[in-house]
Structure formats: structure tokens, C-alpha cells
């Protein structure tokens, strides 16, 4: 099987073998719009921390916001209840830390398309061009592909889904604020908390 990082930009495999990834597995590096310029930032996890165990322990690193445009930087510690982590949620049109827009934002059969990152973009690009698409055996209901929504499965939709990620990922190419997707402002379409 082809990884999706392998793949050049518009070459899909004719096969795609589900191997269960979360969406968190995706959260390592999100691109949003900054706060201040509306440009394109950055949020990561705090450099120094130690060596992650499992992927959902994103969901609970501290972050850090900076943009090369202005040199903004803002940081993210999880809330505490109890004597326990409260995470985020992740999905929709927002960064679930900072609450920001996504910087890969495109209109798309009428509905919003969009990715964390570049890796994101290749991955949902491979899916969505195979003809075959094969589910793993780890937990199908929480892997990613297995929660995408039916517009982007469709068959009839294809062409118009790879030509918006194509979009996705020629704005990840990009950092100016003039290269702002239209679509990526506030929403607040942010997933309700657990």
C-alpha cells in the first residue's frame, strides 16, 4: 500500500486500506488563522515536554500559537477539574485549542471543506480518490474516514472533493494575510464537549 505522504498531488492509489486513524493523530500541527495580522499561524505543543505515549495525549498538551507574519504568540494550558485534565473536542472549522479558524478552509459542494495540515490534506486526498476503500479492524467507528461526512464519501462528489483539497493544499503553500481562504472566519461550529 502507497502512504498518502508518498503520493504526488493529484495521483490517488485505486485502493485504500483504512488503518483506523484518529483524527488526533492529525492534531500534532494545526494551521489557523492568527488572531491579530490574519495570517497564517501555527499551534503545536510546547517544545520540551515529554515524549508522547499515546496519540489522545494531544488532546491535552499544552499549546503554543505563533505566526511568522507578526510574531504573535499565545499559549494554551488545559483546564483542570478535580484532579483531572479536561481536553478538547475536536472537529469543525476551528482549532479546538485557541479557537480559531482553520487556515485550510474551502467551499466545496456546498459545504465547508477542511484539514488541520498538510499530512491531513494527503490522507483525506487518498481516501477520497481510491475507487476501493477498505476498513481496518481497530474501532471503525472513532477512525476518521469512517466519520467523514457522507458528502465527502460520495462517489458523485469526487472530482469536486479532490479538486478542494488540491485548493487546501496550495493554501498550505501560502502565509499572507491576502491568501486568507474567504471561508475562514468564525463560525462556531466547534463540536460540543463530552
Not at 23 to 49: M, T
Not at 59 to 83: D, K, N, S
Not at 128 to 143: F, H, K, N, S
Request: with cysteine.
Amino acid at each position: 500500500m502507497v502512504s498518502a505522504m508518498e503520493l504526488e498531488p493529484g495521483i490517488y492509489p485505486d485502493r485504500h486500506h483504512d488503518p483506523g486513524r484518529w483524527l488526533a493523530q492529525f492534531a500534532g500541527r494545526i494551521l489557523v488563522v492568527c488572531p491579530p495580522c490574519g495570517g497564517c499561524a501555527v499551534v503545536v505543543p510546547l517544545p520540551g515536554l515529554p515524549e508522547l505515549r499515546y496519540f489522545s495525549e494531544l488532546l491535552y498538551r499544552p499549546r503554543r500559537l505563533t505566526c511568522a507574519e507578526c510574531g504573535t504568540v499565545a499559549e494554551w494550558a488545559p483546564e483542570m477539574r478535580g484532579a483531572g485534565l479536561v481536553g478538547v473536542v475536536l472537529g469543525g472549522t476551528e482549532d479546538p485549542f485557541f479557537r480559531r479558524p482553520l487556515w485550510l478552509q474551502t467551499r466545496c459542494v456546498g459545504q465547508i471543506l477542511w484539514a488541520y495540515n498538510e499530512e491531513h490534506v494527503n490522507e483525506l486526498a487518498a481516501y477520497v480518490g481510491a475507487r476501493l476503500r477498505e476498513r481496518g479492524v481497530a474501532r471503525p467507528t472513532m477512525a476518521m474516514f469512517a466519520r467523514l461526512p457522507r458528502w465527502m464519501k460520495a462517489s458523485g462528489n469526487r472530482s469536486d472533493v479532490l479538486a478542494g483539497l488540491e485548493r487546501l493544499r496550495v493554501l498550505a503553500k501560502r502565509s499572507a494575510p491576502a491568501d486568507r481562504s474567504d471561508v475562514a472566519h468564525e463560525r462556531g461550529d466547534r463540536p460540543r464537549p463530552h
